[in-house]
């Protein structure tokens, strides 16, 4: 795990908190639609089903009231890239429990309406600063909803992959603040300033080491989508593939990000 450095970027609490409801809004009116055999099908999570993704949405939505009930810690040890490099470490954890919510919970619509009037309440109650004990350290809740917005972005794109024709829409604050998010993540995994990755409209970072690029076009530039770099960032799409695809452009000796992808899975 890189070391997180202190964040370079700050995000709005108020955009993000109505990113991410907008965002849930969005899932629950899609779930809302699914057939039993919609439900069924398989994704590209390993073994899971569309029934067991949508389980996990819920759950990581829940993971903040979770994390209310415990007590306040002292103060805060981690920052918000941390939560990047420590998504994946309790994957056998997270199965087990997405498995034991289907089965808790077959009616999976009502369960995501009842985890989003419960989030609404949560974020009404309590304020930003809250202190949150997370799986990457003691968070405040304005950067753990941040990360609420990844999971959201990230899930829906699975959605919309298992399911023919779903197509659930992005907000577009949620997209930009995971795009960037995972952008950021990159750079400090990778720090330096001989490549540019650009991900327009929504991030630009410089990383890996080298001759730093001070003025003009740069000698090393990455450039695509948002999704596609979301999909690439996350593991569900490789970068050879990305390449061979022509969803993303790389010029330059220092322009390929096969070794440091993904960031996270």
Not at 16 to 43: C, E, N, S
Not at 55 to 73: D, F, K, N, Q, Y
Not at 215 to 225: H, I, K, L
């Amino acid at each position: 795990m890189p070391p997180a450095k202190k964040r370079a970027r700050t995000y709005d609490h108020a955009r993000i908190r109505t990113a991410v409801l907008a965002q849930l809004t969005h899932v629950q009116d899609a779930v809302r639609g699914l057939t039993p055999d919609q439900l069924a099908l398989p994704t590209r999570l390993g073994a899971w089903t569309v029934r067991e993704l949508v389980a996990h949405i819920g759950m990581a939505l829940t993971g903040i009231g979770r994390s209310l009930e415990l007590p306040e810690p002292p103060k805060q040890d981690a920052v918000l890239l941390d939560w990047a490099f420590a998504a994946s470490a309790s994957s056998s954890d997270i199965d087990a429990f997405t498995r034991r919510l289907v089965q808790e919970h077959p009616d999976l619509g009502s369960y995501l309406a009842d985890s989003a009037r419960a989030l609404a309440e949560q974020l009404d109650t309590h304020p930003g600063t809250r202190l949150l004990d997370t799986n990457a350290g003691a968070l405040p809740l304005a950067d753990y909803l941040v990360t609420r917005a990844v999971e959201l972005v990230v899930h829906t794109d699975d959605l919309n992959a298992a399911v023919p024709g779903l197509d659930v829409p992005y907000d577009r604050q949620a997209l930009a603040a995971c795009t960037r998010l995972l952008a950021d993540a990159l750079a400090a995994k990778a720090p330096g300033g001989s490549t540019e990755v650009r991900i327009p409209p929504y991030a630009v970072v410089q990383c890996v080491e080298g001759l730093r690029h001070t003025r003009g076009t740069p000698p090393n530039v990455v450039e695509t989508d948002p999704l596609t770099w979301i999909r690439l960032a996350t593991g569900r799409l490789r970068w050879p593939d990305a390449l061979r695809e022509a969803k993303v452009s790389a010029s330059g000796e220092r322009a390929d990000l096969g070794a440091l992808l993904p960031l996270m899975s």
